[in-house]
């Protein structure tokens, strides 16, 4: 798949609303997983073929319950918890 005219960041959140993502690249994107009232940050570089292939997935929406979410809606999380 070929993201060329893909403009970055791009956002996206599982269907459940637990797990949020902010793709800052074709190879790179941060991950906030909320558990129970915490939450905690990530950030992936995509190095394997299969981090390469998730953020392919992300971004195509090609799995289900990925769906499209905001910058404020990451931003928001961001304010809201104290992330690691």
Do not use: W
């Not at 394997?48 to 931003?75: A, N, R, V």
């Amino acid at each position: 798949m070929s993201n060329k005219g893909t403009d970055f960041p791009q956002y996206r959140k599982l269907s459940n609303n637990k797990v949020y993502y902010k793709i800052l690249n074709q190879r790179e994107f941060d991950e906030i997983q909320i558990i129970g009232s915490k939450a905690q940050l990530f950030t992936t570089q995509a190095k394997q073929y299969p981090e390469i292939l998730k953020i392919q997935d992300l971004l195509s929406l090609s799995m289900e319950g990925y769906k499209l979410s905001t910058k404020e809606e990451f931003e928001n999380l961001l304010d809201n918890y104290t992330l690691r």
